[in-house]
T-cell receptor, first 116, second 115 residues
């Protein structure tokens, strides 16, 4: 189905290290979104990807839309303590004809802990 | 731009009472808003889609009589949890789409605790 499988579930890293997380699906998506959620807050959009193969950066963050349209990854370089939070991938649900319902489905999230 | 304001940020209520949560788009008009529920350390689960001027559409397994949604204007959607029970305690988040290409903005969430 149109579920997103996100890994890893959690990561414990030292400040300054690079981080990589990914999302896969058995279904094709035409858009991939990466969000960060701080405790007690709503998700905030980090990067949006709209084309297969697209590689987009936002500061220390880089994300790519997989060629097969069934996966995406997010990299964070030189992590800092404020990177702590939950990172979610998300994509719009599509009907049988490939048209979006306008609704998003989310991955399970990656909990990132950064030790100073 | 594209700010969604959600209120209250937290609420504690007694079992059997009803609670209303508001979601406002501050600087854009939102014909469609979405309501999510999130349990601790879990992902966001879509509850319903709120449509301005018409009935909300609910996801499978979500009780429409328990979670009443009203979207009476282009900038306001409300979620009312009726006859709340402790199992309704959760983090509720609203979202609105401000851009065709999936420009979704989320509210800051409401922590509901039913005692």
């Amino acid at each position: 189905g149109q579920q997103l499988n996100q890994s890893p579930q959690s990561m414990f890293i030292q400040e300054g290290e690079d981080v990589s997380m990914n999302c896969t699906s058995s279904s094709i998506f035409n858009t991939w979104l990466w969000y960060k959620q701080d405790p007690g807050e709503g998700p905030v959009l980090l990067i949006a990807l709209y084309k297969a193969g697209e590689l987009t950066s936002n500061g220390r963050l880089t994300a790519q839309f997989g060629i097969t349209r069934k996966d995406s990854f997010l990299n964070i370089s030189a992590s800092i303590p404020s990177d702590v939070g939950i990172y979610f991938c998300a994509g719009p649900l599509l009907d049988a004809g490939g048209t979006s319902y306008g609704k998003l489905t989310f991955g399970q999230g990656t909990i990132l802990t950064v030790h100073p | 731009g594209a700010v969604v304001s959600q209120h209250p940020s937290w609420v504690i209520c007694k079992s059997g009472t009803s609670v209303k949560i508001e979601c406002r788009s501050l600087d854009f008009q939102a014909t469609t808003m979405f309501w999510y529920r999130q349990f601790p350390k879990q992902s966001l689960m879509l509850m319903a889609t709120s449509n301005e001027g018409s009935k909300a559409t609910y996801e499978q397994g979500v009780e429409k009589d328990k979670f009443l949604i009203n979207h009476a204007s282009l900038t306001l959607s409300t979620l009312t949890v009726t006859s709340a029970h402790p199992e309704d305690s959760s983090f509720y988040i609203c979202s609105a789409r401000w851009q065709i290409n999936y420009g979704y903005t989320f509210g800051s969430g409401t922590r509901l605790t039913v005692v």
